[in-house]
């Protein structure tokens, strides 16, 4: 079946660091791959995606490439704030026309000032 | 911009009571989904439904039942509720295209002792 892994959490990096939280995939089809994101006490929000091989999907200085020969989707950021604190979830769905998404089980990231 | 609305945002059950989760969408989305998210398994599917009138089991649909009253609307039922159904529940809905987005409500944070 399809499947997502992430990277173990909980991740605490100081501000400014260099971020970079590992996603990889199994996948039945061609997989659309996103990076969500949840604020504390919050709904999950997109933060970016991509729906083919070599996409970057970006927002908010947050970056991610799809490597179909690697089956990855990791997500970087050149210098974390402490507002990026929040748990992160790689997903994917495969289109079958409905469009259900299979997530990973979440990265805890905490950065402090 | 409403978006994704759940009601209640928390509640508190005895084992063997009932109740319903309501989730309405203001986007004109076909599929809608629900979700539950325990620590360290990411967010399950519980139930989904593609569009208007269909709808279709998840990961772990045991103990739940869910109706898609309308495009706008889709309820979660626990019928006999249990202490393993103590989780934070969301809803989501989307376009249902290949690629597209899902836009999350607040959650519902369920509590069964």
């Known amino acids: 079946g399809d499947s997502v892994t992430q990277m173990e959490g909980p991740v605490t990096l100081s501000e400014e660091a260099f971020l970079t939280i590992n996603c990889t995939y199994t996948?039945?089809?061609?997989?659309?791959l996103f990076w969500y994101v949840q604020y504390p006490g919050e709904g999950l929000q997109l933060l970016l995606k991509?729906?083919?091989?070599?996409d970057k999907g970006s927002n908010k200085g947050f970056e991610a490439t799809y490597r179909k020969e690697t089956t990855s989707f990791h997500l970087e950021k050149g210098s974390v704030q402490v507002s990026d604190s929040a748990v992160y979830f790689c997903a994917l769905t495969i289109h079958f026309g409905n469009e259900k998404l299979t997530f990973g089980t979440g990265t805890r990231l905490t950065i402090i000032p | 911009n409403a978006g994704v609305t759940q009601t209640p945002k928390f509640q508190v059950l005895k084992t063997g009571q009932s109740m319903t989760l309501q989730c309405a969408q203001d986007?004109?989305?076909?599929?809608m989904y629900w979700y539950r998210q325990d620590p360290g398994m990411g967010l399950r599917l519980i139930y989904y439904?593609?569009?208007?009138?269909?709808?279709d089991k998840g990961e772990v649909p045991n103990g739940y039942n869910v109706s898609r009253l309308n495009k706008r609307e889709f309820s979660l039922r626990l019928e006999s509720a249990a202490p393993s159904q103590t989780s934070v529940y969301f809803c989501?809905?989307?376009?249902?295209?290949?690629?597209?987005?899902?836009?999350f409500g607040q959650g519902t944070r369920l509590t069964v002792v």
């Open positions: 991509a729906t083919k091989a070599d």
């Open positions: 439904s593609a569009s208007e009138g269909t709808t």
């Open positions: 996948a039945t089809g061609y997989p659309s």
């Open positions: 989501a809905s989307s376009e249902g295209r290949w690629g597209t987005e899902a836009f």
């Open positions: 986007m004109n989305h076909n599929s």
